[in-house]
C-alpha cells in the first residue's frame, strides 16, 4: 500500500506515520520557568545532533490550547535545559510528566522525582535517571504546519556537561544499556525498552570511521 500524507488516505484505523520510524528515544526535558518553576516533560521526537562537539534536538509540537509547549518557552526564555534518560524503571514517572498541565505545575513533584542540582545550568537533572546532560540554547526553528497542532519547534542544544551513573559503566568502559533499559516510543500508545544488544563492525580499516561509530575524534 501507499498513502499521502496530506490526504491521510491510507485507509487503516490508525495513522501509521509514527510507527514507521522506530524506536525513538525519549528525550525527557527538564527547564526551569523565568519565574523559577521546575518543568519536565518527555518528547519523542528527540535525537543527538552531532558528538563532537555534542549537540542535542528535540521536536514540540502545539499544545492542546494551540500555544508553545512550557518546554520550548522556558528554554528561550532562560537558555538552558537538561536532557534526562528515560527508562522502563521510569516510565510510570515519564508517562504522569506528560499530562499537559499549566505552567504553575512541577511535574517533579507530580511525578514524584527527586530534583538533583546541575552544575553548569539552572534546570534541576531528574536524580533517579541514569545519565542527563546539561544543555545550553543554540537554535530554534520554528516549522509551520497545519491542523489540530499547528506549527512547531525544533530547539537544538549543546551539551555542556554529561553525568553519568557509576553503576551503569561496565568494566570495559562501556554504558551497561541492558541494565539501564532505555525507553522508546512506537506508534500508537506503544513503548518499547532496549533488552538486547548485538554488535555490528562496518569492514575496512577506515580507521576514523570506526573511531566515529564510537564516537570518538578522529585522530
Partial sequence: ????????????AYNPFKSCVVPRPIGWISTISADGVSNLAP??????????PAYVMLSAGQNTRMARKDTVVNIEQTGEFVYNMATYELREAVNLS???VGPEVDEFDLAGLTKAPSLRVKPFRVAESPVQFECVHHHTLRVPGHGVKGAFDVVIGRV?????????I???????????????????????AIDSV???VIPG??????????????R
Fill in 1 to 12: 500500500m501507499y498513502y499521502d500524507p496530506e490526504k491521510n488516505d491510507h485507509g487503516l
Fill in 43 to 52: 518528547y519523542s521526537q528527540f535525537q543527538n545532533l552531532n558528538y563532537d
Fill in 98 to 100: 506528560a499530562m499537559e
Fill in 160 to 168: 555542556v556537561l554529561i553525568h553519568i551513573k557509576d553503576e551503569v
Fill in 170 to 192: 561496565r568494566a570495559d568502559g562501556r554504558l551497561d544499556i541492558k541494565r539501564i533499559r532505555p525507553l522508546a516510543r512506537l506508534g500508537y500508545y506503544d513503548y518499547t
Fill in 198 to 200: 548485538f554488535e555490528l
Fill in 205 to 218: 580499516s577506515n580507521e576514523n570511521l570506526l573511531s566515529g561509530l564510537k564516537g570518538e575524534r578522529w
